[in-house]
């Protein structure tokens, strides 16, 4: 059975930082792409960023220069470094994981990965 469980969220003041991590059981880590996604109350979820199993990366645009996805096979964690962060950060977030590694240039912020953690919540006060 596989599991994601984030940890990491909390609250912190605008410019502050946070390091996400999702640790995962039950899945071939090292295939496949993974990602971050977030959602505020009212808003439709969003692709955050996403890493395939080569060590490539993608953000969207907002989060450019601020946030840096990585992943350790070794350690079969995912994490998400943010920094600068701002009010419009607050969110939900949850990280994804699909052994399709394909999806990563296909469409990663808008696929529906097989696979879900539970989500850790981040606050950003202004």
């Known amino acids: 059975q596989v599991r994601l469980v984030e940890s990491g969220g909390g609250s912190v003041q605008a410019g502050g930082s946070l390091r996400l991590s999702c640790a995962t059981s039950?899945?071939?880590?090292?295939?496949?792409?993974m990602g971050w996604f977030r959602q505020a109350p009212g808003k439709e979820r969003e692709g955050v960023a996403a890493i395939d199993s080569d060590g490539s990366t993608s953000y969207v645009d907002s989060v450019k220069g601020r946030f840096t996805i990585s992943r350790d096979n070794a350690k079969n964690t995912l994490s998400l470094q943010m920094n600068s962060l701002k009010p419009e950060d607050t969110a939900m977030y949850y990280c994804a994981a699909d052994p399709d590694d394909a999806i990563f240039a296909m469409g990663w912020a808008t696929y529906e990965y097989n696979y879900w953690g539970q989500g850790t919540q981040v606050t950003v006060s202004s």
């Open positions: 039950g899945y071939t880590y090292s295939s496949g792409c």
